[in-house]
């Protein structure tokens, strides 16, 4: 069995302000993202130049953030929220989805493309690579905050969690970390170096996310309010995965079978 590094969620103090470390990891990701971005702007098939990058990341930031927000309420807590209106401001307490960013991200992306006058899709398969940073870093601040741990494990690199009981669990923020952030990288990146025809990075973004997202919620602590939905071990995070692979597929699919445009 591991030890849990308990680390303080506060990263620094300032008299009444307190910066937690939840938030610096969205930092982490909104200027990893706009770096990556940056990288990308310089490629030859780039329908982006660098200057016009800040205001991509600006719009993908305030959508995740929004729609994410929204999207937990909603998804996972809405009684509560409906009981404690003023904990929606919370948001250094955690309480975020990524399915209701990933929502927020596709209506600013929606609202963006317009404003430049650009396929939709165009606009989402260069932004798709500049993302799984951003969520490995949303995992590690789960993982400091000790929250959305996994079920009781007797494996070697279990951990007790200081909310959760006195039996190790998985660690599966840090396995989300690793698939969802480092693995989900690596595939978008390498595979969106090469031009590739609309639709088709996007595709991918959706079959590998929701696919691993569907994994780990097997080694996943379900929220306590919800629980199981159906036969003993479906989670709210698996119902909302499963369109995101379908729909992943058919934008792969109709991607090969349209004439190749580049994105």
């Known amino acids: 069995m591991l030890t849990y590094p308990e680390i303080d969620p506060v990263a620094l103090s300032l008299g009444p302000l307190k910066i937690h470390w939840y938030g610096i990891m969205y930092l982490v990701g909104f200027a990893a993202a706009w770096w990556l971005g940056s990288m990308r702007a310089r490629q030859p098939h780039s329908p982006f130049s660098k200057e016009q990058i800040a205001d991509l990341i600006f719009y993908g930031a305030l959508g995740a953030v929004l729609g994410g ?88 690199w279990g951990m007790v969690f200081p909310f959760a009981g006195e039996l190790p669990r998985h660690p599966s923020q840090l396995y989300q970390a690793a698939l969802e952030g480092l693995a989900l990288f690596l595939i978008l990146w390498f595979y969106s170096r090469k031009p590739r025809p609309t639709l088709a990075v996007s595709g991918l973004f959706m079959i590998c996310y929701g696919f691993f997202r569907f994994i780990v919620e097997f080694a996943r602590q379900p929220d306590a309010h919800i629980g199981y939905l159906a036969f003993g071990w479906l989670t709210m995070g698996q119902v909302l995965s499963l369109p995101m692979i379908i729909a992943g597929a058919v934008l792969m699919l109709l991607a090969h079978k349209r004439q190749p445009q580049t994105a």
């Open 69 to 156: 927000r929204i999207g937990y309420i909603l998804f996972y807590d809405f009684a509560n929220y409906l009981d404690h209106p003023l904990n929606i401001l919370k948001v250094w307490e955690g309480g975020m989805a990524f399915h209701g960013g990933l929502v927020g991200v596709l209506v600013a992306m929606w609202l963006y493309s317009r404003k430049l006058k650009l396929s939709f899709f165009i606009v989402t398969d260069f932004l798709a690579p500049l993302v799984p940073i951003g969520l490995g870093a949303g995992r590690m601040g789960n993982f400091i905050n000790g929250e959305l741990w996994g079920k009781v494990t007797d494996v070697p």
